[in-house]
DNA sequence: AATGAATGAGAATTCATTCAT
DNA sequence: TATGAATGAATTCTCATTCAT
């Protein structure tokens, strides 16, 4: 009906930039920032080059915008998960890094990750925005998680600030890997068993033992 | 002495080939790939752009020295290390890891892992290649590493191929943290708790419960 | 009232196309034909871009209705101006003279002459037409003047088509100057003593009179 | 000779920049700044587009070394001849309005004073930079001419900083209409008959002397 | 072996122009 | 009539690569 079309168009128009970013991101994450030609990005949104710069004053805005467009949603549910589940810190670990997996690092969000990484000596201050307001913010939740099982006596003292890191990697490093060497070889690992595997282990390793 | 000189001259000009790949693996791992001026290196080497192509093909060809040239050594001596530590496996293992440390992840060869990962896609022969040389020659190491404590009955019984993911991970992090965020922010975190940290955790979660 | 919206509206219509002369007038003339954006024209008249593509049929015809529309009312008051005053060559030349400066030489009008000068050669047609139309005109007034005043003995015999050239070129200069160096520096000429300094030059001569 | 080729090779090689300049100032005079296609100079000097890029950093750094390597050598002739011939003021005046003429007014030097008029609004620091040290210094130099006949009695007592301007217009009016209209007529002005006129104009006065 | 001037293909960016609404 | 989103041709600028010396 002709009172379908503005509607179509609006929504259209409206998700132009949002289209833009989820293609940027792509195209970023596979190639680098440097490497990615903005006639790419356009092309796979289906629009042309002199379109993208109605939204974005040049290729480092578009790549600043990926960049702080992508982890919000996924650090809120984070933070939700902690004020939900406080009585079982255990539990918590486990369902923030597997959540993690399933948000962002098993998403196209986890591009970004691998971008950062990759590009941060090239971008200082977008490193240092990054770090702050979605490394930091990450952290402290897991931070917080781990702090309340060793309040709880459920977890082994340690220094919680390192833990979080030894805790988080091999979640992280399971996602550079998909991005990376697993896209180029037929039979990868079974991400799940890994996963499963190094939650056993970091149990195995953090938790008190009930019987000493 | 007169005689001195062509000898001085003639080691540096046999050197030119391996300072132009140290310069160029610093170079690439800051920049990227794409990012990288070949003229930015030449200048590090102090010779003249042309020179570069004297000894490389083209700047792939350059990238690839960069990444071919650099485990080998340090795999050799992993290779040695276990073939003369066969009968303690656990410290083999905090050997083998701390080892990896000190020879590549807290050195420039590191910028090489940082490399593959960020520009995989971008030279998938290569990555295969250095997949299949280079990865999977050091996990191989691992594996056998762990394969051997658990036939002592030193480790508990566990998928050797994915407990090799999981106990590198937060080795490779490390290195990759150190190169990226570690870099932009004054008190980075304790190298050296961490992977002591990351040792002990891995122990404790790996080893038979000695009283059970 | 309501009544009298519409016709706001159409006096407004009707002057558009006009005001969009203006503003196209004053920015050519700032910034030249080639670095001039139709954007910043149609945002000084408060329309979109697309809107001048009604009115005109692109950027070179918007610079020609400029150029056309310019002149003709100042020309006719000079030719007025010279029926009126036959009587009196040296005030006619006067008159006309300082004419110009307060019609054209310090208004917007001056743009259009600046830019003549600066766009000729890539505009030769306009070019052609603006000399043959506009200062042709203009110096077939002079000329009338000029030998008006030679006939009449009140002027020494010269040259009218050089002498011509040679009396407006200080009040063209000073319109140029007016609009180029003029414009950023703060303790700018006087235009006005200028002028009378030229007027008076012109009518007296700069060497003493050896009889005096 | 194979002695030669060096010699020629450099020659050329130092060249090179010059001749940019040269050919720059051609196209940037008839064009103007924004209409001028680098690609149009590196033809005219038989080079490509990159080469330009070795010697001169970018379109705009070209555009001021051809205005400020335009005028140095013309501005110290007047300054010599200022020095030499301080015993006539009148001739003095005519030699230094015709030597500008022939060194700058009907030189391709022209073209500078075309493009300062058309791109000052475009170019304010080049602008202020270029009336600080040309104009205010030619200025200078016609000023102390003008005194210097006032002081001996040759000239008519006036404002030496108006008179300079009033006498100097004509001439730079000369050149501007030489590089517009002139170019596009085939029956052009005669220049040498317009200067003579002018100076004669400015030496003896328009009017007839009522006592003679 | 070494140089560095020159090249030219390629990418980002701009903007006059079009057109569906 | 008016809009403004979209286009794509054109232009500046970069840099890997070549080659004469």
Redesign the interface.
Known sequence: MATDKPGVRQRRKDARPAEMVEAALDVFA??????TRLEEIADRVGVSKGTLYLYFESKEALFKAVVEGGFVPALAEGEALLEAGKEDPERLLRELLRGWWDLVGNTRLAGIA?L???????F?EL??HY?QNV?ERGHRLMVAVLELGMARGVFRQ??A???C??A???M???S??R???G???KED??YD??IA??L???????LQ?K??
Request: include cysteine.
């Open positions: 596979e190639r680098g920032f440097a490497a691998k950062m990484i990759a590009e941060s000596s090239n200082p490193t240092e770090r490394i340690q220094s600030e390192l833990l890191h030894v988080f990697a091999p992280l490093m399971a550079l890997w991005q990376s060497f896209m180029c070889c690992m079974n068993d890994y595997l190094h056993d282990m970091l149990m195995h390793g953090l033992e019987t000493q």
